[in-house]
């Protein structure tokens, strides 16, 4: 080519740019002498200036929704269809699974965190429209621990920076209640402990809300005491047939499995019950016990809030009411009664003064409080003496027997065993 | 062994709740939620312009909680606000107050009587609706503090000791030392005095854990450093930092969590199926408390002694407002 030199071995100017792969070369065409070379590495700069497609880029993966992503959006939906919940949760569930799994910390996680990730999403949905799903049912459809469970969905809810509203308490009793099968006769249910639904949950949530108003429920763990105000309700319904059937049978027979404080905390909700009981004049001579509690509960709930306030002072009060005497009659009358301190209350006999409206933890007596350590006046900067220091250190007497017995211990463990 | 899960997996389910159907009987009243700002401030704000709008918000409610006010209380509560409004609050506002029939009283008194303050008579038969919790707190005067004071459980410090340490040998000629490399890549050594625990790594680093105060955290950490030094290492003691410091209180009346955590959303985290207390993250300063429903509070995360009692004396306003709700 003419202008671009000549071949110095032949003087030819027949030029030709070849390129040799990936170096680009100037050819004589007569001789085939290499007249100048490119350089066959790029400098950074050269690099930048080329225009070479990422390889995250080439193959779409920030488009495209990886499989993992999809394997957890499934799993999301068949929860949620498992669950049997409304349509719109799903769509709200899956963009809850999609909002966290932008997040490079749950993008890199490991499969079992996914996967319990599901079951966070369907539980914050659920939360959110009130539906009463606890941790625990979840846990068990995912085969997933508890603390497992719990250290994500505390994670996913600060992630996420989501308002979850608490479980809701009446909507689970409903829920909860309406799966004991003690509404129809069956070969293991016999007729005299078929309840009616709604008479059994009507009185389930008064003895709910008289727990929660004791303090009962504050602080723990919802579903037992449930249980226990369950049993209470159908006990009460009909107790001449059912007051010999424990908790524990009650559970079976209604095919329910028995959470374990589900019997605290029903000795709990009887000794209310039984303080409130003291204070209508005419159950109180009837010196009842936790048994014979149970015939009058239909009473006591029927007065809760008057007598709630009468048996209990409240705990919290800076200025404790003194217990002006309450009335000798309760609050309520029943049909053709009429409580009255002139009928044969002996003298002197009054109702109990009101205990402390406390929760439970509170009324046990307080373990004995080790003395507070004495205020030191250490300063940080104190001499250490020698000798305080010798003594944490090994004589070389205690070193060699330490290496001795070590080595021992190491030829026992390396004999092989015979075969 | 988890006992709480109890339902057979299906129970609950499949027996639906219809949605459509309210609870006959509400046992949660919900409670105005409310919750704004950053931090629950007891101290008095003396911008007026944020006076102003808030006696503008709270104007709207004033009719509301007359009727709840016995004549009696708004005159004492004109009293305390007009000796106060003298002293610190600015000419504008002042002179509302002093004008001020009961109506004009500034809110900023009246939340903090009424939820301590119920009428005698009546006991709230539902969590009465709470006032609103606003970061501009009444203006309590300074001697007004809980008279409780966190004790200090545990301070986590570390230290450099400024050279690679051979762990085997510091196992095989120290006492008080445990190594199990299988398990964890640090000697675990305790003394007695003060009664503290370190982790001691090959990189020369420490943690030392278990003291009560700063000060014992800091003897302890020099005693390591010592022992270590007499094995034969040259151990120094540079860049000692308190880490972490745990304290507790007992405000000695129970308190009710689920109110807590509606009216402090944002800050509050109740789980009661996860764990038994509140989990309140309070912002400024930058502390975790866990509140229990006895009363107990843990502060966690402080890194000077001043935060902690600072945390407590934040929260402690808001746990008085829950006293009353039963």
Redesign the interface.
């Given at each position: 080519m003419p202008g671009r030199g000549r071949c110095p071995d032949c003087g030819s100017t027949e030029l030709v740019e070849d390129s040799h792969y990936s170096q680009s070369q100037l050819v004589c065409s007569d001789c085939g002498c290499v007249v100048t070379e490119g350089v066959l590495t790029t400098t950074f700069s050269d690099e930048g200036n080329l225009r070479e497609v990422t390889y995250s880029r080439s193959t779409g993966e920030n488009e495209q929704i990886s499989r993992s992503q999809q394997r957890g959006l499934r799993r999301v939906r068949d929860l949620c269809r498992?669950?049997?919940l409304?349509p719109t949760f799903e769509d709200t569930a899956v963009a809850y699974y999609q909002q966290a799994y932008r997040h490079s910390g749950i993008r890199a996680a490991r499969l079992q965190k996914k996967e319990v990730l599901v079951g966070c999403c369907v539980l914050i949905t659920c939360r959110q429209?009130?539906?009463?799903?606890?941790?625990?049912?979840i846990?068990?459809?995912l085969y997933a621990?508890?603390d497992v469970f719990?250290s994500i969905?505390?994670q996913i809810?600060k992630l996420l920076g989501l308002?979850v509203p608490?479980?809701?308490?009446?909507?689970l009793?409903?829920?909860?209640c309406?799966?004991f099968k003690l509404f129809q006769a069956s070969p293991s249910v016999p007729a005299k402990y078929v309840e009616d639904k709604e008479k059994m949950l009507?009185r389930t949530?008064?003895l709910?809300?008289l727990a929660?108003?004791t303090?009962l429920v504050?602080?723990?763990?919802?579903?037992?005491v449930i249980?226990a105000a369950t049993f209470l309700a159908w006990q009460s319904l009909q107790p001449a047939d059912r007051l010999s059937c424990s908790l524990a049978r009650f559970c079976k027979l209604a095919?329910?499995?028995?959470?374990?404080?589900a019997s605290s905390r029903l000795q709990e909700l009887l000794a209310v019950l039984l303080r409130m009981a003291e204070q209508l004049a005419w159950l109180r001579v009837l010196r009842l016990d936790k048994r014979s509690v149970v015939k009058h509960i239909g009473d006591l709930l029927q007065h809760r809030?008057s007598l709630v306030?009468l048996a209990f002072r409240?705990?919290?009060a800076e200025v404790e009411?003194r217990g002006k005497e309450p009335p000798a009659w309760g609050q309520g009358q029943r049909e053709g009664e009429v409580g009255n301190n002139s009928l044969g209350l002996p003298q002197g006999k009054r109702p109990a003064s009101p205990a402390l409206?406390?929760?439970p933890?509170?009324l046990k007596p307080p373990k004995p409080i080790c003395p507070?350590?004495p205020v030191?006046t250490?300063?940080?900067?104190?001499n250490?003496s020698d000798s305080?220091?010798?003594?944490?250190?090994?004589t070389p007497q205690?070193?060699r027997d330490?290496?001795r017995a070590q080595a021992a211990r190491q030829a026992a463990t390396s004999v092989p065993n015979p075969p | 062994m988890?006992?709480?899960?109890?339902?057979?997996?299906y129970?609950?389910?499949?027996?639906?709740?219809q949605?459509a159907?309210t609870?006959?009987?509400?046992?949660?009243s919900p409670m105005m939620p409310y919750g704004t700002g950053l931090t629950p401030q007891p101290i008095q704000n003396t911008n007026s312009l944020s006076i102003l709008e808030e006696q503008q918000r709270q104007q709207q409610q004033q009719q509301q909680q007359q009727q709840q006010q016995q004549q009696q209380q708004q005159q004492q509560q004109q009293q305390q606000q007009q000796a106060v409004a003298a002293a610190a609050v600015q000419q504008s506002t002042s002179q509302q107050t002093t004008q001020g029939t009961s109506g004009q009283a500034p809110q900023l008194f009246h939340s903090q009587t009424l939820t301590t303050a119920p009428l005698?008579g009546t006991?709230p038969?539902y969590p009465s609706p709470v006032t609103p919790m606003t970061p501009i707190t009444p203006a309590t005067p300074a001697s007004e503090s809980s008279g409780i004071v966190p004790?200090l459980q545990n301070i986590v410090s570390t230290v450099n000791l400024g050279c690679k340490l051979d762990l085997k040998t510091i196992a095989?000629?120290?006492?008080?030392a445990e190594y199990n490399p299988k398990r964890f890549a640090a000697v675990i050594?305790r003394?007695r005095?003060?009664r503290t625990t370190a982790l001691i790594f090959s990189s020369g680093k420490m943690v030392c854990t278990g003291a009560?105060?700063?000060?014992?955290?800091?003897?302890a950490a020099?005693?390591y450093a010592?022992?270590v030094q007499?094995?034969g290492f040259p151990a120094k003691f540079l860049d000692f930092k308190i880490q972490n410091m745990v304290g507790s209180c007992d405000v000695k009346?129970?308190i009710?969590?689920?109110g807590l955590?509606?009216t402090h959303?944002?800050f509050s985290?109740?789980?009661?199926?996860?764990?038994?207390?509140l989990i309140y993250r309070m912002i400024k300063p930058r502390i975790v408390l866990l509140i229990?429903?006895?009363?107990k509070v843990v502060l966690t995360g402080a890194k000077v002694r001043a935060e902690i009692y600072e945390a407590f004396e934040n929260i402690y306003p808001i746990l008085k407002g829950f006293?009353?709700t039963?």
């Open positions: 498992v669950l049997q409304p429209h009130n539906w009463p799903l606890t941790m625990g049912a846990c068990t459809l621990d508890l719990s969905y505390m809810v308002d608490s479980l809701c308490l009446a909507e009793v409903k829920t909860y309406s799966s009507s949530l008064q709910v809300e929660n108003e303090w504050t602080g723990r763990h919802p579903l037992p249980t095919n329910v499995d028995l959470p374990y404080p809030h306030r409240d705990g919290t009411t409206l406390l929760p933890c509170m507070a350590p030191s250490v300063t940080g900067d104190e250490i305080e220091i010798e003594q944490y250190l090994r205690e070193v330490f290496q | 988890d006992q709480n899960n109890s339902l057979p997996p129970a609950q389910g499949l027996a639906s709740p949605g159907m609870p006959g009987i509400p046992i949660f005698p006991t038969l004790q095989l000629r120290a006492r008080n050594m003394i005095e003060p009560k105060s700063e000060e014992q955290s800091r003897l020099r005693k010592r022992v007499k094995l009346f129970p009710r969590l689920e955590v509606l959303q944002q985290s109740y789980e009661p199926e996860l764990f038994p207390g229990f429903v006895s009363g006293r009353k039963t």
